[in-house]
C-alpha cells in the first residue's frame, strides 16, 4: 500500500498543473484540497498501516483531513453560488478545531500515549466536523443534479459517488480512505476546466428564459457563441443559421464585431428590419476576460412570420421593457389584494446614480422570479407599478420576505424591500394609495 499512497500523492501534485484559474475563488482551494490530499497520503504511507498510537504524525494528518474538508466545503460553495464569501466564523471555528485536534493527538499534551486515538474523544469531534463539511459541499453540489449543463450533471454524480466510497471506506477500511479523497480532489481539478458550465447554467435558466420575448446570447471574449435563449435560437433561424456552440455571433447576425452597451442594433431578416435595444453584461462582474450576456430588446419590426417570437410588451397588459405585469394589472392585484386581507409585497428599487431604468428593472425582475422560484413559489406574478417599483401579493404565509434594504452590489443599486397588510376596515382604494406611496403616474410603464 506504501507505493499505492506514495504514486497517487505525486499524481495529485502533477494535476495542480491542470487546474484552470478561470475563477480564482474557486481554483485557489481547489489546489489547497489537492495539495492536502497529497500530503495525507504521504502521511498515510509513512505511518503504516497499523499506526493506530496518538501521535506527531498522527496529529499532523488530522489537521490535514480538516484543511481537505474546509478547502472541499468551499470550493463547492463557489462552484454553485459563485461570489459566495466565507464568514469569519467559518475561519474561526476552522483554526479552533484544528488547533485542538492537534494538541489532543500529541501524547506529551492531550491523549496518553498508548491509547487508540480511534476511541478518544477528540477524534470523534474530528470525525463528526469533517464529515459535516464533506456532506455539506456534496449537498451544495446536488443541488444542481438537474442542471441543463451535462458536465454539471456529471460532476454532481462523480461527487455523490465519491463520497459513499469516502463514508464506505472509513468504517470498513480506514485507510483507504485517502485514496477515496483523491479521487474526489480529482474531479474537482476536472471541474475547473468546464467553469463556465457553473457559471451560466441554472435548473430554471431554461425555461425563465425562454418565456420572455428577448434575444439572449452568450459569448466569450472573443465573440464566440456559448449559450442562447429559445427566441435568439428561433432568430437566428430565421436568418438561415442554427444556433451552435463556438459560432461567430456578429458575423451570423451581419453586424460589426463590437457589442456596445446601450445601442440600437438594427437586424435584417427574411428582407424586413427589426431594431433592437442591446444591453451588455459579464456574467460574473468579477471575472476578467469572463463571459458576456448579450440581450436584444424588440423596439419595432416589419417582419411577418409565425415562428417569429413575441415582441417584447406585445404581451397584453404587461410592461413591455420588465416583461411583467403591467401598472394597470398591479393597481387591480393590489386592490384585490385589499379585498381578500393578503398582504402585498412592494420592492423599490434605488439606483446609486445614472442608470436606465427600464434595463435595471428588467434585470430585478428576472432576479425575483428567480428568488420565488428557488423558494417553491414559480407561479409568482410581479407586477410593475411604476418606474423604480415592482409589487406582488403573498400568495403563502410561509413565503419568507425579508423588510430590509437589499443592496445590489453588481447592478449598483439597491432594493428597498417591504411588506403590506391590508388595516382592519381600510377601504381597498385606501390600501391602494397606501401602497403606492405616491408614485409618478407619468413616470410609470405600460399605462
Request: proline letters at 5%; a neutral charge; glycine letters at 6%.
Amino acid at each position: 500500500m506504501t507505493a499505492t499512497y506514495l504514486v497517487t500523492s505525486a499524481l495529485l501534485v502533477l494535476s495542480v498543473l491542470a487546474v484552470r484559474h478561470h475563477r480564482p475563488s474557486v481554483s485557489v482551494p481547489v489546489v489547497v484540497l489537492v495539495l492536502a490530499t497529497a500530503a495525507w497520503n504521504v502521511l498515510r504511507a509513512m505511518r503504516g498501516p497499523g499506526d493506530t498510537d496518538p501521535s506527531v504524525l498522527v496529529a499532523v494528518n488530522i489537521v490535514v483531513v480538516q484543511v481537505c474538508a474546509v478547502a472541499f466545503y468551499v470550493a463547492c460553495r463557489r462552484l454553485v453560488q459563485g461570489r459566495w464569501l466565507v464568514s469569519p466564523w467559518l475561519w474561526i471555528g476552522a483554526v479552533w478545531i484544528a488547533a485542538v485536534s492537534f494538541i489532543g493527538m500529541v501524547p506529551a499534551v492531550g491523549i496518553t500515549d498508548g491509547d487508540h486515538y480511534y476511541d478518544s474523544p477528540v477524534y470523534v469531534v474530528h470525525l463528526a466536523y469533517s464529515f459535516t463539511l464533506l456532506g455539506g459541499g456534496v449537498l451544495t453540489l446536488s443541488t444542481r443534479q438537474h442542471d441543463p449543463s451535462r458536465h454539471v450533471r456529471r460532476v454532481v454524480v462523480a461527487a455523490e459517488v465519491a463520497a459513499v466510497l469516502i463514508i464506505t471506506f472509513q468504517v470498513l477500511r480506514p485507510t483507504l480512505t485517502p485514496l477515496a479523497i483523491s479521487g474526489m480532489a480529482f474531479v474537482m481539478v476536472w471541474t475547473t476546466s468546464h467553469i463556465g458550465a457553473w457559471s451560466r447554467s441554472a435548473s430554471r435558466a431554461d425555461r425563465l428564459m425562454d418565456s420572455i420575448g428577448v434575444f439572449i446570447f452568450v459569448i466569450d471574449r472573443g465573440g464566440m457563441l456559448q449559450d442562447w435563449n429559445g427566441p435568439a435560437a428561433s432568430l437566428l433561424r430565421l436568418m438561415g443559421r442554427t444556433a451552435s456552440h463556438g459560432m461567430d455571433l456578429a458575423q451570423a447576425l451581419s453586424m460589426p464585431s463590437h457589442f456596445s452597451d446601450g445601442s440600437t442594433v438594427s437586424l435584417h431578416v427574411q428582407g424586413a428590419e427589426l431594431r433592437t435595444a442591446l444591453s451588455v453584461h459579464a456574467v460574473d462582474p468579477l471575472a476578467r476576460g469572463g463571459d458576456l450576456v448579450l440581450m436584444f430588446r424588440p423596439v419595432r419590426s416589419s417582419l411577418e412570420s409565425s415562428s417569429f417570437p413575441t415582441v417584447s410588451g406585445a404581451l397584453k397588459g404587461h410592461d413591455p421593457a420588465t416583461q411583467t405585469l403591467g401598472r394597470k394589472a398591479a393597481l387591480e392585484a393590489v386592490r384585490t389584494a385589499a379585498a381578500d386581507g393578503t398582504s402585498v409585497i412592494r420592492v423599490v428599487v434605488v439606483p446609486r446614480g445614472p442608470r436606465r431604468a427600464d434595463e435595471a428593472m428588467f434585470l430585478i425582475a428576472r432576479r425575483l422570479e428567480a428568488r420565488a422560484a428557488d423558494r417553491g413559489f414559480p407561479d409568482v406574478e410581479w407586477a410593475r407599478l411604476d418606474t423604480w417599483t415592482f409589487v406582488s401579493p403573498l400568495l403563502d404565509d410561509s413565503f419568507e420576505v425579508l423588510t430590509a434594504t437589499v443592496p445590489v452590489d453588481d447592478l449598483d443599486l439597491d432594493m428597498e424591500v417591504t411588506l403590506h397588510e391590508p388595516v382592519p376596515g381600510e377601504s381597498p382604494a385606501a390600501f391602494v394609495r397606501r401602497v403606492s406611496d405616491a408614485y409618478g403616474h407619468d413616470t410609470a410603464q405600460g399605462s
